[in-house]
T-cell receptor, first 110, second 115 residues
């Protein structure tokens, strides 16, 4: 069993839709949760960072952590074609060793 | 621009060649990382340097040889590679490996093809 599971997609939605991206994990010691966005031919860039449980909002993006279910989500409201990218979840127990999901490819259709 | 620059962006090499990948960060960070990214697989951590000292070698084959002359520069020397080594190689940096909140900043990567 992988430490972090993430559906690879692709996930294709129309412009303006609400997008939900998810990861599940097995290690209950994870405390730090991240979402990175990776455009084609670019490196990953940090999008959202959350410590422990709860929600965090930044503009159109909301990150949610449910430690009891070992489940994290990223919601994108009013999705735009420019949001088309691969979204990677990553998590750690509190050190430099990030455990990564394989990424979900998201396509927003105009 | 992320503050982490990788060169070259693309590299094609034969199995007997020797080449090097270069990474430079302008963020004043003390930790640098090499990752391998293959299609539909999680990022694989290869090497970690903190204040120029190697702190992790994740069972990487010896045909990959890292070098960190200072906190701003990181190299990955390649020799006698195999076709399965074809992948995107990403360099990242962070403030310090000892911080619990470890935000890593990535370069654009080098797309390596081994023929």
């Amino acid at each position: 069993q992988k430490e972090v599971e993430q559906d690879p997609g692709p996930l294709s939605v129309p412009e303006g839709a609400i997008v939900s991206l998810n990861c599940t994990y097995s290690n209950s010691a994870f405390q730090y949760f991240m979402w990175y966005r990776q455009y084609s031919r670019k490196g990953p860039e940090l999008l959202m960072y959350t410590y422990s449980s709860g929600n965090k909002e930044d503009g159109r993006f909301t990150a949610q952590v449910d430690k009891s279910s070992k489940y994290i989500s990223l919601f994108i409201r009013d999705s735009q074609p420019s949001d088309s990218a691969t979204y990677l979840c990553a998590m750690s127990v509190g050190n430099y060793q990030l455990i990564w999901g394989a990424g979900t490819k998201l396509i927003i259709k105009p | 621009e992320t503050g982490v620059t990788q060169t070259p962006r693309h590299l094609v090499m034969g199995m007997t060649n020797k080449k090097s990948l270069k990474c430079e960060q302008h963020l004043g960070h003390n930790a640098m990382y090499w990752y391998k990214q293959s299609a539909k697989k999680p990022l694989e951590l290869m090497f970690v340097y903190n204040f120029k000292e190697q702190t992790e070698n994740n069972s990487v084959p010896s045909r990959f040889s890292p070098e960190c002359p200072n906190s701003s520069h990181l190299f990955l020397h390649l020799h006698t590679l195999q076709p399965e080594d074809s992948a995107l190689y990403l360099c990242a940096s962070s403030q310090d490996i000892s911080l619990a909140k470890n935000i890593q900043y990535f370069g654009a990567g080098t797309r390596l093809s081994v023929l």
